[in-house]
């Protein structure tokens, strides 16, 4: 079955500094989605990438989808005590099921 | 507001009894998918629905149960419960089967 990977597991970052999130499928993908979780709250839908190779902004945050449709990134530049939360990957494949990644934990020190 | 509700939002309960979380999606919404998150874990994927009809299953327990209505809110059963069943519970819908997922803000489950 599909398997999804998302790394870091948690990040540190001092506030103004630059954040990545990785997530990988061990299959071809039909889209991505993104989803932000702040603590205590609920995922809130981010964005979906749908195209080979693109590549999509939202002020700091910036989200790329892999030429081959397997992996995606979410860039966050300089980052804001407000971004702290966890940092989901959604890959759909085309079927019902959803698969969730593990998240990413944002830790942001002022 | 995501436009989903959730209910109850708390429930405190003891092993071995059985409890009903119920889901209303967002209107105009056909599908539903249901979610267990532990403490600081991810989303585990249950279970989803799309207009009255199960169409894909996830890690569900088999004390683990759902259903999507008429009116297309749904509701999870969980049976036969666990000190390990303790969670956050999420809902979520969207429009179409692989649409943006709207949550719900949870029930959060404490088994004692």
């Known amino acids: 079955g599909q398997q999804v990977m998302q790394i870091p597991q948690y990040q540190h970052v001092q506030e103004g500094e630059d954040f990545t999130t990785y997530c990988n499928s061990s299959t071809t993908l039909s889209n991505i989605q993104w989803y932000k979780q702040r603590p205590g709250g609920h995922p809130v839908f981010l964005i979906q990438l749908v195209k080979s190779g693109e590549v999509k902004k939202q002020k700091r945050l910036t989200f790329q989808f892999g030429e081959a449709k397997k992996n995606s990134s979410l860039h966050i530049t300089a980052t804001q005590t407000t971004d702290v939360g966890t940092y989901f990957c959604a890959p759909n494949t085309g079927g019902f099921k959803t698969i969730f990644g593990a998240g990413t934990r944002l830790f942001v020190k002022a | 507001d995501s436009g989903v509700t959730q209910t109850p939002k708390h429930l405190i309960t003891a092993t071995g009894q059985r409890v009903t979380l119920r889901c209303s999606p967002r209107s105009g919404d056909l599908s539903v998918y249901w979610y267990q998150q532990s403490l600081d874990q991810g989303l585990q994927f249950l279970i989803q629905?799309?207009?009255?009809?199960?169409?894909a299953k996830g890690n569900i327990l088999e004390r683990f149960s759902a259903q999507q209505f008429p009116d297309l809110h749904s509701e999870l059963n969980l049976s036969s419960l666990e000190l390990g069943d303790s969670a956050l519970y999420f809902c979520a819908s969207s429009v179409v089967r692989e649409g943006t997922q709207y949550f719900g803000p949870g029930t959060r489950l404490l088994v004692l």
């Open positions: 629905y799309y207009n009255g009809e199960e169409r």
